[in-house]
């Protein structure tokens, strides 16, 4: 998922550049001691999220993890044991092995239990990562499908997603697995623990305190590096973009013709040396103060050894408890210094989990409507002093649009780019909502509409319509999901469409792949792919509103004509608009409206408008002009 970044990725990233020079406040000990423990509030979402995944390895993690836990203090006593049992039976002049061979054979049937735990650690391990990660990537995807436009033209939304893709799917099975491991050693600590005592209680403090200042700095690098890993986002999102450009068929001939390789992967370069240096300074800080403090538990160990030897020698303590002692501080400090280690890790963990939650909390406004049908359908489409301003702009893209477009009427939008006719269409679709006034269809607003039902009758296609890596049936049946694989209905909107001439001479027909990324892909010409939109429109037999946005823009004169003068015979009972730059085309509706900066400037007929002698004559005029 990580690699699928697209253009309008990167024009979230350059929008969302400015922050990259964010600084964060300096926090008090205060502050950074609620933040460390706050943040583990995840780990309890995290342990419910694997449970649901799989219950019965999470059972078997869990007892494993006792079992593994519990046997390395058996081992350590067993051991002690042994050399007891060797130094007696030497004593008694070695006539009696028989004790020395029963504790041998006790701690090889320990230590091969302790590797079938691991073993069936690993097990788990591997299978709930399997499970998890497809578990996350489906919550991801099944959020992405409850999200309107506007969280996916906002920069710092692609930034909170950015994150979670990358990191989140396999953090939470790294949260659970140090989470287990944290319990496997607590439970390692507490049986040495009790062994130890029985030498010193001030054994078990050395054991326990020396590990705590690597641990600190352990955390406190931890949270850095989250924090630069949050800064540094929109720049990560362009170098993913980067790699799609240099990478995919779609930007290649471009690339090629104007010679941008060079210069394109020398800027994908420049923002790895800035992130590099970035991490080697974390890097060089982290391991240095890690190392420098780790000294203090080694020391920490050679002291009790030698306090543990020098017991030995004074004959306190016989020469198998003291075998079984430096095991237990041996092995206690591993385990101090690896449950530390978890907790510094499950920090981390619960600090990249925040970004996925981040992201699957992001709230969304929950449609009211449940209407299925409006109280008068010989009303139409009305927009009613309708004006739109996009999130974050300072002017308005549409303002006090009104008119009135009853069924079996067509209207086109004349304006040049940026002058509001998309936006108007994102509008009536409700993919965006109106800033104010309010639009209404057989007479109801459409805010009372149940979603599903309203957009079941529109069909749409939009300038920028989608060429999905499908077959081309499928690419056709899109354009309605409940008969997505309906071969029948195929045939019948590709021949409306008129694309069923070319897809019939295609190898395989409805059933060739379309596109370059797998194999034996074909690729359509743009024409043929605006006929294959076309189709997709007319899959949705119950639209009886069809919006066609620069349809015929990659087709020659004489297949535009066709493809109008046929839909419009098909189109004559339904409400149709229509957004050209063709006057050709444009002339055949019922009423023009030309749009300037977001106002209807004009409006009327073709003919009513040349008599007007205004923008649309002058606009027409223009054009006709390059014809002669």
């Not at 007891?84 to 091969?112: K, P, T």
């Amino acid at each position: 998922m990580a690699r699928a970044a697209g253009a309008a990725e990167a024009a979230a990233g350059g929008r969302a550049g400015h922050r990259l020079t964010e600084t964060p406040a300096p926090a008090g000990p205060g502050t950074t001691l609620r933040g460390f423990f706050g943040v583990f509030r995840y780990s309890r979402r995290a342990i419910e999220l694997v449970w649901s995944t799989n219950r019965v390895l999470t059972v078997a993690f869990a007892a494993l993890t006792l079992i593994a836990g519990v046997l390395p203090a058996a081992v350590a006593y067993v051991g002690a044991q042994i050399v007891d049992s060797v130094v007696a039976a030497i004593n008694a002049g070695g006539r009696d092995a028989s004790r020395v061979i029963e504790f041998v054979v006790l701690e090889g049937v320990l230590v091969a239990s302790i590797a079938g735990a691991q073993r069936g650690l690993s097990l788990c391990q591997s299978l709930l990562r399997a499970q998890l990660g497809q578990r996350v990537n489906v919550m991801i995807l099944e959020k992405a499908l409850t999200l309107e436009l506007a969280h996916f033209e906002d920069s710092e939304f692609y930034d909170k997603l950015t994150r979670a893709r990358r990191e989140a799917s396999s953090r939470p099975l790294a949260l659970v697995t140090r989470t287990f491991g944290l319990a496997q050693n607590a439970v390692s600590l507490v049986s040495y623990g009790v062994l130890l005592v029985q030498f010193s209680p001030w054994a078990v403090a050395i054991l326990l305190l020396a590990g705590l200042p690597a641990f600190i700095a352990e955390a406190k690098f931890s949270g850095d590096a989250f924090r630069l890993f949050r800064w540094r986002s929109p720049e990560t999102r362009m170098q993913m973009y980067l790699e799609t450009v240099l990478a995919r068929e779609d930007y290649a001939k471009e690339v090629k013709l104007y010679g941008l390789g060079p210069r394109l992967l020398d800027r994908y370069r420049d923002i790895f040396r800035r992130l590099y240096r970035e991490d080697r300074a974390l890097t060089i800080r982290r391991d240095a103060w890690g190392f420098a403090l780790g000294l203090i538990a080694t020391i920490a160990l050679y002291g009790a050894y030698a306090w543990i030897a020098v017991t030995t020698v004074q004959g306190a303590i016989t020469l198998g408890e003291m075998t079984m002692y430096l095991m237990l501080f041996r092995q206690g400090q591993s385990a101090v210094s690896a449950s530390l280690s978890a907790v510094g890790g499950m920090y981390e963990d619960n600090l990249y989990l925040s970004t996925l939650y981040e992201y699957l909390d992001t709230e969304v406004p929950r449609s009211s409507g449940t209407a299925t049908r409006g109280p008068d359908p010989s009303d139409g489409i009305r927009f009613e002093d309708v004006s739109f301003t996009y999130p974050g702009a300072s002017e308005p893209a549409l303002e006090h649009v009104s008119f009135h477009l009853p069924p079996g009427r067509s209207l086109a939008l004349v304006g040049e780019n940026g002058s509001g006719k998309t936006t108007l269409i994102k509008l009536l679709t409700r993919l965006y909502r109106p800033t104010s006034g309010r639009i209404l269809l057989d007479g109801l607003d459409l805010e009372e509409w149940d979603e599903k039902a309203l957009r079941e009758r529109i069909g749409v296609i939009f300038q920028d319509f989608a060429r999905y890596q499908m077959l081309v049936g499928e690419n056709v049946g899109a354009g309605d999901e409940r008969h997505f694989e309906d071969e029948a209905r195929w045939r019948e909107a590709a021949e409306k469409g008129r694309a069923s001439e070319f897809i019939e001479q295609l190898p395989r027909g409805y059933h060739t792949q379309l596109g370059k990324w797998f194999r034996e892909g074909r690729e359509l010409s743009g024409g043929q792919w605006q006929k294959i939109a076309l189709s997709r429109a007319f899959m949705r037999t119950r639209a009886d509103i069809l919006v066609l946005d620069e349809p015929t823009a990659a087709m020659d004169a004489q297949a535009e004509a066709e493809v109008f003068e046929h839909f419009r015979q098909l189109a004559r009972d339904r409400i149709t608009i229509l957004i050209s730059h063709r006057f050709s085309t444009v002339r055949m509706a019922d009423e023009i409206l030309v749009l300037d900066r977001g106002r209807i400037v004009e409006r009327g007929s073709h003919e009513q408008l040349m008599q007007k002698n205004g923008r649309y004559a002058h606009l027409f005029t223009l054009q006709a002009r390059g014809y002669r």
